[in-house]
């Protein structure tokens, strides 16, 4: 399966950004998509999770009350909807995704490239 993230580039803070990851398919690879984030020098943090059909949208407590994600299965598509940007959520954002919560949650099989997300 293939992701390709798409929709990052540099804000001002307080501004907004749609992250948008696009599988290749809807099998089972990608029943649970997830968002992580990459400053250099600290841990891989994960942002947002979401799984197909069902259940709420996980958001982790950094970015709760700002971020929203989203998923249009037809589209085999997610998106995740970034507002009130601040200087601390620059970062290379990656899709991931796994066919178990478990996997997505902590070490998905599949990732995309990255996109750059900086807000100065």
């Known amino acids: 399966v293939q992701l390709v993230e798409s929709g990052g580039g540099s804000v001002q803070t307080g501004g907004s950004l749609i992250l948008t990851c696009a599988a290749s398919?809807?099998?089972?690879?990608?029943?649970?998509i997830s968002w992580f984030r990459q400053i250099p020098g600290k841990e891989r943090e994960r942002v947002s999770t979401?799984?197909?059909?069902?259940?709420?949208?996980y958001i982790a407590d950094s970015v709760k009350g700002r971020f929203t994600l989203s998923r249009d299965d037809a589209k085999n598509t997610v998106y995740l909807q970034m507002n009130s940007l601040k200087p601390e959520d620059t970062a290379v954002y990656y899709c991931?995704?796994?066919?178990?919560?478990?996997?997505?949650?902590?070490?998905?099989?599949?990732w995309g490239q990255g996109t750059q997300v900086t807000v100065s």
């Open positions: 398919d809807q099998s089972s690879k990608t029943t649970c």
């Open positions: 979401i799984n197909r059909g069902h259940g709420v949208p």
């Open positions: 991931a995704a796994d066919p178990s919560a478990l996997g997505c949650f902590t070490s998905p099989r599949h």
